[in-house]
C-alpha cells in the first residue's frame, strides 16, 4: 500500500457532489459536499438526468474550494481518484471526465474506485480503525451485503439482499408514510416519537440459516397496516416498528456471521450505517463481547469523497499514468483484486 502521496477524492455517483484530499502522510486535509436532495425531492427521488447536470455545473467550482480549503495547488495533487461505478452512467461520467481532465493537465495519476469499496474502507478515516481481517455490514441504498474483508480488494460476499437494500426500504417505507425524499433520516426522525409495542413487524429471514436478507416484505406490511387518513401518532409508530425490524434483522444477521466465521470485528458501513437506533443497537452487541464495532462517522457513512480520497490512496500504486475514463453503472464488488503493489 502506498504510504506517501496526496490524492483528490471526487464523488458523483448519485445526487451527491464531493471533493476531498487525503494525504498518506497527513490523513484528510479537506473534504466539501454539496448534496442535490433538495432538487430531486420534488420529484420524490433522484432524477439521474438532472443529477448529471447538476454535478456538471458545479464539480469546477467545489474541486476548487476543497483544494483551497486543503491549502493546496493543483500542482501539489500526485494522484485523482474518482468514483468509477456502480452508480447513474451520467453522474459518473462527468466526476470521471473531470478527474481525467485534470489528471491530463497536472499529470496526477488517475484512480477509478469502486463506490462500494470506499464505503467499506471509510472507518480507516477515523482515530479508532480496524485491523484486517473483519466482517462488514455494508447497508446503502443501493446495497445490502455481509463481506469478509480480509484486505484491500480481497472481499468475499457472505451474504446479500435478495430485493431491496435496507435504505431503499427506508426510502421507500418513508414515502409510503408520506414523507419528502430522501426518506431514510425523515424516517428516523418520525420514529424518535414513535410509542413502542403497538405494531409489531417480522424480522425478514432470521428463522432459517443463512445471511441472505429481504426487506421488499417489510414495506407491504407498513402499508397493509396503515389506516387511511393515519393520525402523525400512528405514522410514527409504524416507523419505530419498522425500524426496529429492520435493525434488529441486520443486528441478528451480523450476530451469526460473526459467530460463524470466528471473526471478532465487525465495520459498519454505507448511508443506513448513520441510523441511530442500528449504531446503538451494534454498540449493545461489543458490550455483550461479540465483536469490536467500528463506524464511519455519520457523515462519511452516506455519500462523501474522504472515503473515495481513502480509497484511492490505497489503490495509488496500481493508478494509471493517462488513459480513458472508466465508468460503469453496474459493477459486482467481487470482481475487484487487490492493489498491485508499486514497482518502482
Ligand atoms: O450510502 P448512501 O449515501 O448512498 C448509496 O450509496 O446508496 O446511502 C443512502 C441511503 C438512503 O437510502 C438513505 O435513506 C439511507 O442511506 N440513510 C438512512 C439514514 N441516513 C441515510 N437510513 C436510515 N437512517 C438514517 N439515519
Ligand atoms: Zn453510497
Redesign the pocket.
Known amino acids: 500500500m502506498a504510504s506517501s502521496g496526496t490524492i483528490l477524492g471526487i464523488e458523483t455517483?448519485?445526487d451527491?457532489t464531493a471533493a476531498a484530499v487525503y494525504d498518506g502522510e497527513r490523513g484528510l486535509l479537506a473534504h466539501v459536499l454539496h448534496s442535490q436532495a433538495a432538487m430531486h425531492a420534488e420529484y420524490g427521488g433522484v432524477v439521474p438526468e438532472l443529477a448529471a447536470r447538476d454535478h456538471a455545473g458545479r464539480i469546477h467550482a467545489l474541486v476548487a474550494e476543497t483544494l483551497h480549503a486543503a491549502g493546496l495547488e493543483q500542482q501539489d495533487i500526485n494522484g485523482i481518484a474518482y468514483t468509477a461505478g456502480p452508480?447513474l452512467i451520467g453522474a459518473l461520467l462527468v466526476g470521471g471526465a473531470f478527474a481525467a481532465g485534470l489528471a491530463a493537465a497536472t499529470g496526477a495519476r488517475l484512480i477509478p474506485v469502486h463506490?462500494?469499496e470506499g464505503?467499506l474502507l471509510a472507518p480507516m478515516l477515523e482515530a479508532r480503525k480496524p485491523e484486517f481481517p473483519f466482517l462488514a455490514l455494508l447497508?446503502?441504498?443501493?446495497?445490502t451485503m455481509i463481506a469478509r474483508v480480509d484486505g484491500v480488494g480481497r472481499y468475499a460476499i457472505l451474504g446479500e439482499t435478495l430485493d431491496d437494500?435496507?435504505?431503499?426500504a427506508?426510502?421507500k417505507t418513508?414515502k409510503l408514510l408520506g414523507l419528502p425524499y430522501?426518506?431514510?433520516?425523515q424516517?428516523?426522525k418520525l420514529a424518535e416519537s414513535g410509542k413502542p409495542g403497538r405494531f409489531r413487524f417480522t424480522r425478514p429471514m432470521t428463522d432459517r440459516p443463512g445471511l441472505e436478507f429481504s426487506f421488499s416484505g417489510l414495506k407491504t406490511a407498513v402499508l397493509t397496516a396503515l389506516p387511511k387518513d393515519a393520525d402523525t401518532q400512528t405514522r410514527a409508530d409504524l416507523a419505530l416498528a419498522f425500524?426496529e425490524a429492520v435493525t434488529d434483522t441486520l443486528a441478528i444477521k451480523c450476530s451469526r456471521a460473526l459467530r460463524e466465521t470466528g471473526l471478532k470485528r465487525l465495520v459498519v458501513a454505507?448511508?443506513?450505517?448513520?441510523?441511530?437506533?442500528?449504531r446503538d443497537k451494534f454498540a449493545a452487541m461489543e458490550q455483550r463481547g461479540e465483536a469490536e464495532m467500528y463506524f464511519a462517522r455519520?457523515e462519511f457513512?452516506?455519500?462523501?469523497a474522504a472515503m473515495i480520497a481513502y480509497a484511492g490512496w490505497a489503490r495509488y500504486s496500481e493508478a494509471l499514468a493517462g488513459g480513458g475514463i472508466l465508468a460503469r453503472a453496474r459493477w459486482p464488488l467481487h470482481e475487484l483484486t487487490p492493489p498491485m503493489t508499486s514497482a518502482a
Open positions: 455517483s448519485c451527491e452508480g463506490h462500494l464505503h447497508v446503502s441504498g443501493g446495497h437494500a435496507a435504505g431503499e427506508f426510502d418513508a430522501p426518506g431514510g433520516p424516517l428516523a425500524e454505507g448511508g443506513v450505517g448513520a441510523n441511530r437506533r442500528l455519520p457513512c452516506t455519500d462523501n
